[in-house]
């Protein structure tokens, strides 16, 4: 899904928890050989999964492990309960860059587009801060106080400042300019009672304020060509009910363009923000929810005129993923919805009308792996973003964590009986177990794509590395891990 909303909700408001299936660990299973790769089969999403694309051509000589951090990227970036860690390629030496929880933060929207900084929203006695978190080094400095919030303030669930800290905290509220990355666009009530949208700027500390108003401003998103930034604006009405889960109405839509702080207004959402990406420098995708057809009106807006044009016909099952390779859209159809196109799992091509139907099952959910390069879709597995590649996970329904390598190796995290284990598609199209245990992410190193990382949910950290993926010790990320990326 899209909408960045995240899944947490501040101190003493009622939260929603996933439960994590636990299994204790167990030794890693006996590495079998590696034969040469067989010729993948016609891309189907079924039983038998496609196999790797490419193998190396002999197994590569394992060199000796790094004593620090490489003085530049690539890096695999590690975020959760116990901070943020960030490693060398192949999972070597886990230095601690920060102590703050980024539980419920995309690690992506934090990461400058160089890679060199992190801009992370913080919690201490005073309320929340901004901080500024300098890569590989750690160097830390907070530019901006977020929000006067103490204990006391947050004893009563629905006070206007912690309702103000579920805006700023509870959502995505960063976002990097992606052409300069001198600019950081945030919310916060850095000025006033509620959020509102803020720019930093690195290169002479100044912060000016975008906007002001009676709502909470959330979700800030560049547009590709850093000239304008969309934001949306909530509130927190009663009655409220047993619980406090997000906001429960919509304001408007914004956007200002950055050369002269002008406000564009932009077509206000019918329920939630159902914001799907960029299609380019001026257009973006928004739709509707729908309580009898899930989701609806998939729309082309203009950003400089809020102009919305319909964009396809179709409704389809809750959300939506957009390939950044080709712009692609990957959704389900449900059988009995008037302006369904079927039962399926469904992608609809660039500057095509017609979706192509890649399944008769549909998915539960649909998301784009920035790692791994495809389409998730969960539980029937994995696609690329032309439909060309598709790999089917080891066991339906039981398949979790899905991660694929520059070279075409997919691994999962399986989780039967409540045990959970480790399978990677070797060449061959033989499904290899890597060891047992609990599992929080799975990610392939960035250069050379045959060193599988996996982080186990008591904090430890392995690698395995083809041809015979035996796992290795890398050290410990201090905790539960809830995301893995690539920083460049």
Not at 384 to 393: E, T
Request: proline share 10%; glycine share 10%; net charge negative.
């Amino acid at each position: 899904m899209n909408n960045h909303l995240r899944t947490a909700i501040p101190i003493l408001a009622l939260i929603l928890s996933i439960a994590c299936l636990v299994a204790g660990q167990g030794s890693p299973a006996a590495p079998s050989a590696v034969e040469s790769p067989l010729t993948p089969p016609p891309p189907e999403i079924g039983p038998t999964g496609a196999s790797p694309t490419s193998a190396p051509t002999a197994g590569p000589t394992l060199p000796a492990r790094p004593t620090r951090l490489n003085a530049s990227g690539p890096y695999v970036l590690f975020g959760g309960s116990a901070g943020i860690w960030i490693t060398n390629p192949d999972g070597s030496f886990p230095t601690q860059l920060s102590t703050i929880d980024v539980t419920t933060d995309d690690l992506h929207e934090l990461v400058s587009p160089a890679g060199d900084h992190l801009a992370v929203v913080g919690q201490d006695e005073q309320g929340l801060d901004l901080y500024l978190i300098d890569i590989p080094d750690g160097r830390t400095q907070k530019i901006a106080h977020l929000l006067d919030l103490t204990s006391q303030d947050l004893l009563d669930a629905t006070s206007p400042r912690a309702i103000t800290s579920y805006a700023i905290s509870g959502y995505s509220n960063v976002a990097w300019n992606p052409v300069s990355g001198s600019q950081l666009a945030f919310t916060g009530a850095v000025n006033g009672p509620t959020s509102d949208l803020y720019l930093y700027d690195l290169q002479n500390g100044e912060v000016t304020q975008l906007t002001s108003g009676a709502s909470q401003a959330i979700l800030p998103s560049w547009s590709p060509d850093g000239k304008y930034i969309l934001h949306y604006g909530v509130s927190w009405v009663p009655p409220f009910g047993g619980a406090i889960l997000g906001y429960n109405r919509i304001d408007g839509a914004w956007a200002v363009r950055v050369s002269d702080g002008k406000i564009l207004p932009q077509p206000k959402p019918k329920d939630k923000v159902n914001f799907v990406g960029w299609q380019d420098d001026r257009h973006y995708l928004i739709y509707d929810s729908d309580e009898t057809c899930y989701s609806v009106h998939l729309r082309n807006v203009d950003v400089t005129t809020g102009e919305a044009t319909p964009f396809m016909d179709w409704s389809f099952y809750y959300g939506i993923a957009q390939s950044p390779e080709n712009m692609a859209l990957l959704f389900s159809g449900a059988a009995g919805c008037p302006s369904s196109p079927g039962e399926g799992l469904f992608l609809l091509p660039p500057n095509q009308s017609t979706p192509a139907q890649l399944s008769d099952k549909k998915a539960y959910d649909v998301s784009w792996l920035p790692e791994s390069g495809v389409f998730q879709a969960y539980p029937e597995g994995l696609v690329s973003s032309d439909g060309s590649i598709r790999y089917a996970p080891p066991v339906y329904d039981h398949s979790f964590h899905p991660a694929v390598s520059k070279k075409g190796y997919p691994a999962w995290e399986v989780i039967e009986n409540t045990q959970g284990r480790v399978e990677v598609l070797l060449p061959g199209g033989s499904w290899q177990t890597l060891l047992k245990g609990a599992v929080d992410e799975l990610i392939w190193d960035p250069v050379q794509g045959d060193t599988l990382l996996i982080s186990l949910d008591d904090g430890s950290l392995v690698a395995a590395a083809f041809p015979d993926f035996t796992p290795r010790s890398m050290g410990d990320l201090g905790g539960r891990v809830s995301q893995a990326i690539w920083i460049p």
